[in-house]
């Protein structure tokens, strides 16, 4: 379509309709497109409503109340423990990356920009050498949780990828649970902290945050029982299974959405958006009164824009 201020764009034909039909046709657009408008507003608010969602399940699953009835029901009475990261598992930062240092065979290694909340985005590994006899020093193992160490401290996913040859730069932390803690546990423990602000009263630096190992190693978090821990994982993963179903309705709604009006519009002037009346002048007529009118005389607006 060309521009509608040149010459092509003025001799560019287009349908018009009835006077009467456009006037039925732009009311009929004003209300449906503004239904449409509304529902996009109304599910643009969704993702903060599921976002509190999600925090609000960490915040009852780390507070005990996730499983208050499940304690009562099964006389559970032990009381939460808070305990310390360092007294309850093993963490380590990865290797420096030193191109004029580091030496040895090219390994794939995990960065801070691979490791999201609670899962991994592998589409970008790339390769640093490590000698071979720092390869299993480094290696990453299932129930493995990584940490970051800056970027957005914290942020953590457990390894549940099975076998592999990755290694770990020094960007992310890993550690290893022991017995009696799962590594779940600690993530949503960990998660709910950073969500609080808690976590934060650990990072170092003013305008680039960092969680030391010294500051990791002082993390605490309350530690139930090995079968509470495992009540409250099968909870909370049913729960954020539950909101990423709707996260999935909510993207197909979005995508119905957004090609609403593009079909309305193109309803709207094939003629089948409002019913026609054979009553109407026809739009032979209009036609013939606006050619008979007289050319409107340029304005002082007029006259600055086309200049």
Known sequence: MPRLGTEAGKAAPFILAPLAEQKRIADKLEAVLGRVDACRARLDRLPALLKRFRQSVLASATSGRLTAEWRMTNGVNDEWENVRLKDVADSRLGKMLDKSKNQGVPTAYLRNINVRWFDFNLSDVQELRIPASEAEELSILDGDLLI???????????????????????????????????????????????????????????????????????????????????????????????????????????????RLTPATLAKAFRGELVPQDPTDEPASALLARLQNQPPAKPTRATRKVSK
């Not at 942020?155 to 022991?178: D, E, M, P, T």
């Not at 949503?188 to 010294?214: C, E, N, P, Q, R």
């Not at 993390?219 to 909101?243: C, H, M, N, S, Y």
């Open 148 to 258: 970051c160490e800056g970027g957005e401290p914290g942020r953590c996913a457990i390894w549940k990828g099975g076998k592999n040859n990755f290694v770990f730069q020094k960007a992310l932390h890993r550690v290893r649970v022991q017995n009696g803690l799962l590594p779940q546990w600690l993530g949503y423990a960990v998660k709910h902290a950073a969500d609080s602000g808690a976590l934060a009263d650990l990072f170092t630096g003013t305008t680039i945050k960092h969680l030391t190992g010294i500051a990791l190693s002082r993390f605490e978090f309350p530690l139930p029982t090995l079968p509470e821990q495992q009540e409250i994982v099968r909870r909370v993963e049913d729960l954020f299974a539950f909101a990423e179903r709707i996260e999935a309705r909510l993207a197909t709604a979005q995508k119905t959405v957004e």
